[in-house]
């Protein structure tokens, strides 16, 4: 993402920074066999009362309407108002003066606090990956292979999103690293690497550098 992308939302939007926070969103156009709104992981990179930029696997058309739910920000609605110069969008967020009011608050607190960060308590300490955009491959079983988002990832495993939901147990490969789909997450699903990779490598080999 070029940083005109960034600074689209905070130059051109009042009050907009530059952040990196988990999220997921709905495509209302894009829905599954069953009618219901498919669910996609993404991570934020910048957001204004007006405005939000979202890296994302699965990119939506302009004008198409969205819904996201942003750690530390909570649920927005608006449409997709441009492509990002790589992968994502920013979307126009729809409120009203009280809404935007309330939003420019929170973004003022997290903008002050953003720096206190909590202790991760799982095994294997996880990463937001480093790598431009979170972005790796899923090479399946049959040989297809397509774009993920790479949520976070440990030596023993990852967190990705793409336009797929494989069903628990499928092999396939992030990256390198051959895994097992172990759960399914809001947004995407969980792969268990079949071997423990060693932490200093892991990144190089999830997104094949």
Not at 31 to 36: A, E, I, K, N, P
Not at 76 to 81: H, S
Request: aromatic fraction near 8%; glycine fraction near 10%.
């Amino acid at each position: 993402m070029s940083d005109n992308d960034v600074a689209t939302v905070g130059r051109q939007r009042e009050a907009g920074i530059t952040v990196d926070l988990p999220g997921r969103y709905w495509l209302w156009n894009s829905r599954d066999v069953d009618g219901d709104l498919k669910q996609f992981a993404c991570r934020v990179v910048g957001i204004s009362p007006h405005a939000v930029a979202l890296v994302a696997a699965v990119r939506g058309s302009v004008g198409e309407w969205v819904s996201a739910d942003i750690e530390h920000f909570g649920r927005l609605d608006g449409g997709i108002e441009r492509p990002l110069d790589h992968r994502g969008f920013v979307m126009h967020i729809v409120a009203t003066a009280e809404e935007r009011r309330r939003l420019a608050t929170k973004i003022e607190w997290y903008d002050k606090y953003r720096n206190f960060e909590v202790t991760d308590r799982r095994t294997h300490p996880r990463s937001a990956a480093e790598a431009p955009f979170s972005f790796s491959t899923l090479l399946l079983a049959d040989g297809a292979v397509m774009s993920c988002l790479v949520i976070d990832f440990s030596a023993s495993g990852a967190a990705v999103s793409a336009d797929i939901v494989p069903e628990i147990g499928t092999v396939l490969a992030v990256g390198k690293v051959i895994g097992r789909v172990n759960r399914h997450l809001p947004g995407g699903f969980a792969v268990g690497f079949v071997d423990e990779q060693e932490l200093r490598i892991v990144e190089q080999l999830v997104f094949c550098k």
